[in-house]
């Protein structure tokens, strides 16, 4: 782990920023302030948080800007309360109320069988508003300009939808359900909520999100925009290379021949593979091809 301060970060090498982002705050804005914090242009973000969401957010700097695509598609897991008894426009706490059904008849059991219905594969039709785009123009501002917007399902796995805590509020009106959910990329956890309260007929919501990891990245890993600007501290390339795919420490000859772009003999698995000089630097990131090992990524070029 690299530190430097806020003033002091000329020549800020290359890593990941593990960040709490905080409610409230867009990726976007967690970007601008993380630029301003680390001294450079060269920052990138690898799959957003909705602002009221709080938790995991991983950052890229400088070269390790180019790993964020292989940690997008990663999964993911969140806790989460979702409301049953009340539906909003955004299906979350952030968009109006647009119906509201008395939710003291649900059960438990209920509860419990309905979220077993949306465990495993599923088909999951996403939020609405949400930034995918439709006809190239993303979906929210679609429905923000008044357009009813149907989106296709999308298949997404939900590989674990546990739950915590039930808690009767208002009178027992309303139902809040304390939830940990790990999914793979592109799950929409407030859809989950929506398709919930959907399926026991009171309508659903999402209150509170928090992301607590992504990838091998977790939330004890993670620094505050406080903390960063009192101590920038990020994972070293090296160390995110290697905590995210598999390890091949090279040979003096396969590192130089891996600096020209050239194949080497294949890696022992098919999956992408970090490959390490023998001082321990990250070189590439190989996949085999063709009974060889094929430099997807050359980090130390000749």
């Given at each position: 782990m690299k530190t430097g301060h806020e003033n002091n970060t000329d020549g800020i090498g290359s890593g990941l920023v593990i960040i709490d982002k905080p409610q409230g705050w867009t990726s976007h804005d967690v970007v601008g302030r993380t630029r301003r914090l680390a001294g450079t242009r060269k920052v990138g973000h690898a799959g957003t948080l909705d602002p009221m969401a709080t938790g995991v957010l991983v950052l890229g700097i400088n070269k390790a800007t180019r790993l964020l695509t292989y940690i997008v598609g990663a999964s993911k897991t969140y806790t989460a309360t979702i409301r049953l008894g009340e539906s909003t426009i955004t299906d979350d706490a952030e968009g109006e109320v647009i119906e509201r059904r008395i939710a003291a008849a649900v059960t438990e059991e209920q509860i419990h069988a309905g979220?077993?219905?949306?465990?495993?594969?599923i088909e999951q039709v996403p939020s609405s508003v949400s930034a995918i785009k439709v006809n190239g123009?993303?979906?929210?501002?679609?429905?923000?300009?008044?357009?009813?917007?149907?989106?296709?399902?999308r298949p997404v796995t939900i590989k674990r939808f546990e739950v915590h805590d039930i808690r009767r509020e208002r009178g027992g009106k309303v139902l809040d359900i304390d939830v940990t959910v790990d999914c793979t990329s592109g799950t929409y956890i407030r859809a989950l909520a929506r398709d919930l309260g959907a399926a026991l007929n009171v309508g659903g919501h999402l209150t509170a999100l928090r992301r607590t990891q992504v990838g091998p990245y977790t939330l004890e890993q993670a620094h505050t925009l406080e903390e960063?600007?009192?101590?920038?501290?990020?994972?070293?390339?090296?160390?995110?290379?290697?905590?995210?795919?598999p390890r091949r420490d090279l040979t003096e000859a396969e590192r130089v021949e891996l600096s020209y772009g050239r194949r080497i003999a294949e890696c022992d698995t098919d999956e992408i593979t970090a490959a390490f000089a023998p001082d321990g630097s990250l070189v590439a990131l190989l996949k085999n091809k063709a009974g060889q090992a094929k430099p997807e990524l050359v980090f130390a070029t000749a």
């Open positions: 979220i077993a219905a949306l465990t495993g594969e123009e993303r979906s929210y501002a679609r429905v923000r300009a008044g357009e009813e917007v149907k989106l296709k399902a960063l600007a009192k101590e920038f501290s990020y994972l070293e390339l090296d160390d995110a290379a290697a905590a995210l795919f």
